[in-house]
C-alpha cells in the first residue's frame, strides 16, 4: 500500500499540491482524476520520487520514501515499474532489448533466462514477433504495451501509469485499460494510474482520486463516481456531452 | 549576473560530473555503452578526420613553399613547418575544434531528446544512476578514441602535403628532410595529451547541455549549439594554458 501524508508541492513559491492525503491500495486499480494541469503529473512525479514534497510524508507499506537515504531509494526504486505518457522507450534498442534491460541490470540471471523473462512479459501484453523491432516501427499502442512489458519485467510491487491511454484510439485505450487491470489483479500489485480518460474511471477505476487546482477535492470509486454531489467533480465528468445524456436518462428513468 | 549564472552553471557541471564518475553499476551493461560510443564517437569520425586532414596538410605545404620558402631558406622549410603546424596544433586543438561540432552536436541531442522523451526519467525511475549510465561510456569512449584519431589526422596531413608533389609544389625528397628534420618526438605525445584534454571537455560539455534540456525539440537544438560554441571556447582557453604547460 501506498500512503500519501498532507502533502504539498510548489514551484517558485507557486502551491502545486496542497494537503493532499490519500492510501493507495494493493491488488487494486488507484487512479488520480483531473483535468489537465490540476496537478495530477506533479503527484505523481513526487510519488515515484522525481520530485521532493515541499511537505508531506510519502509511506510505501509504511517506509518513508521522502526520508530514505539514496541507497534506500535506489533499491526501492527496484520495487517500481513505470509507464510513461509517452512509453519512453530507447529509441537504440529492439523491443526485446527494451524489455531485458531492467533484467540487465538488476537481475542476476543467465543471458537465456533474461531472454526467457522478457519474451514471457512480451507474450504477456500480446505482443509475441514484435521482438526485433525498433521503437519507431511499431504503433503506440505497440510501444505502450512494450513500456507494460519493461515495466513488469522485475514483478514490481508498485506500477505507476502516466496518462496510458493518451493519444491512443477509444478500442486501443481499453485494451491498454485491460491490460494494466489484469496485471495488477494477477500480481497484487500496488497501481497507480493517472488519466482524465472517463472510459477508463469507468472501466477499471476501483479507487479513485479527484484532484482539482492542487487540492483533494473528491475520494470513491467507479460506482459512487456517477452519483457524486461534488460540483466541481461534477463538471469535470459531465463536460462530455455522452456522460451528461447517461445521467440525465438516468434521473429521468 | 552574468557571472552569478556562470558559476551556477559550473556549479551544476561539477555536481553531474561526481554522479557521472561513480563506478557503473553493472560492469557487462557499461562495456556494452563503452563499446558503442567507441564505434559512433571515435570510428565514425575517422572519416572526417582523415579527409580533412589531408586537404590541410596538403594546403599547408602549398602556402608555405609558395609564400615562406624563398631562395634565402633552406630547402626542407615546407616540410618542417608543415609537421610543426600538424603537430603542434592542427591534429590536436583544430582537429578537436571540427570533433567538438560533429561529437558535441551529437551528444548533446541524443541526450537532450532522451530528456525530453522522458527516457531519462524512465531510467531514474528504474533506480539507474542515469548520469553514469548514459554520460561515462561517452566519455571514456571519446578519451580512448582520440589518441588514434590524432595519429590519424598526423598520417593523413603528411599523405596530403606528400600529394602536393604529384602537382610538382615541392619534390619529395625535400618533404621526407623537412619532415624530419629536428624531430622532437615529444610534440606528439603533448598532441595526443592536449586533445585527451580535449575530449574529455567535449564529451562532458555535450552531455551536460544534453542533460539538463527542459521543454521540446527547439530546446534540443538550442542545447546543441550551446554545446558546440561552450566547448568550442573552453577548447580554445585550454589550449593556452596547455600549450604554455607542456611546450
Known amino acids: 500500500m501506498i500512503e500519501v501524508q498532507h502533502l504539498y508541492k510548489s514551484f517558485d513559491g507557486r502551491d502545486v499540491l496542497m494537503d493532499i492525503n490519500m492510501q493507495f491500495r494493493d491488488g487494486q486499480t488507484n487512479l488520480i482524476i483531473g483535468q489537465s494541469g490540476s496537478g495530477k503529473t506533479v503527484l505523481m512525479k513526487n510519488i515515484v520520487g522525481l520530485f521532493t514534497p515541499t511537505k508531506g510524508k510519502i509511506l510505501y507499506d509504511g517506509r518513508d520514501f521522502v526520508t530514505m537515504t539514496k541507497r534506500e531509494r535506489v533499491m526501492m526504486r527496484r520495487e517500481m515499474g513505470m509507464i510513461f505518457q509517452s512509453a519512453a522507450l530507447f529509441d537504440s534498442m529492439t523491443v526485446l532489448e527494451n524489455v531485458m534491460f531492467p533484467l540487465d541490470m538488476f537481475s542476476d540471471m543467465n543471458q537465456a533466462d533474461r531472454v526467457r523473462r522478457a519474451r514471457f512479459c512480451l507474450e504477456r501484453v500480446n505482443l509475441k514477433g514484435a521482438e526485433e523491432k525498433m521503437p519507431g516501427e511499431i504503433s503506440g499502442g505497440m510501444q505502450k504495451r512494450v513500456a507494460i512489458a519493461r515495466a513488469i519485467a522485475l514483478n514490481p510491487k508498485y506500477l505507476f501509469c502516466d496518462e496510458p491511454n493518451s493519444g491512443l484510439d477509444p478500442k486501443t485505450s481499453l485494451v491498454i485499460d485491460d491490460l494494466i487491470s489484469g496485471i495488477t489483479h494477477e500480481y497484487g500489485m500496488t497501481t497507480i494510474i493517472n488519466t482524465h480518460d472517463m472510459n477508463s474511471v469507468l472501466g477499471i477505476g476501483e479507487s479513485i482520486l479527484f484532484i482539482c487546482d492542487g487540492r483533494k477535492e473528491w475520494e470513491g470509486s467507479k460506482d459512487q463516481i456517477m452519483g457524486s454531489t461534488n460540483e466541481k467533480l461534477n463538471s469535470f465528468i459531465f463536460a462530455s456531452d455522452l456522460l451528461r445524456k447517461v445521467k440525465e436518462e438516468q434521473m429521468s428513468g | ?247
Not at chain 2, 118 to 146: C, H, R, W, Y
Open chain 2, 1 to 247: 549576473m552574468f557571472i552569478t549564472k556562470w558559476l551556477a552553471a559550473f556549479g551544476r557541471y561539477l555536481q553531474l560530473m561526481g554522479r557521472v564518475l561513480s563506478l557503473p553499476e553493472r560492469w557487462r551493461m557499461f562495456y556494452r555503452q563503452y563499446v558503442r560510443e567507441m564505434a559512433s564517437l571515435g570510428v565514425d569520425s575517422i572519416g572526417i578526420v582523415l579527409l580533412i586532414s589531408f586537404f590541410i596538410g596538403a594546403v599547408i605545404c602549398i602556402q608555405i613553399k609558395l609564400n615562406i620558402q624563398s631562395a634565402w631558406m633552406p630547402t626542407f622549410t615546407t616540410g618542417y613547418v608543415t609537421r610543426e603546424i600538424m603537430l603542434l596544433e592542427f591534429s590536436s586543438s583544430i582537429m578537436c575544434l571540427i570533433l567538438a561540432g560533429k561529437v558535441g552536436s551529437n551528444i548533446a541531442s541524443e541526450i537532450g531528446t532522451m530528456r525530453v522523451t522522458q527516457q531519462i526519467d524512465a531510467l531514474e525511475i528504474m533506480g539507474v544512476n542515469s548520469a553514469s549510465f548514459l554520460i561515462l561510456p561517452k566519455v571514456i569512449g571519446m578519451m580512448t578514441m582520440i589518441p588514434f584519431l590524432v595519429v590519424f589526422s598526423i598520417v593523413a596531413g603528411f599523405v596530403g602535403a606528400y600529394a602536393t608533389s604529384i602537382a610538382g609544389i615541392i619534390t619529395p625528397d625535400d618533404l621526407t628532410v623537412g619532415l624530419l628534420h629536428d624531430f622532437t618526438p615529444w610534440f606528439v605525445y603533448a598532441s595526443i595529451i592536449k586533445s585527451t584534454v580535449f575530449a574529455f571537455i567535449i564529451s562532458s560539455v555535450a552531455s551536460y547541455h544534453g542533460y539538463f534540456v527542459e521543454g521540446g525539440s527547439f530546446d534540443v537544438g538550442k542545447a546543441s549549439t550551446n554545446a558546440v560554441v561552450s566547448s568550442s571556447m573552453l577548447i580554445l582557453f585550454s589550449d593556452i594554458f596547455l600549450t604554455s604547460l607542456l611546450a
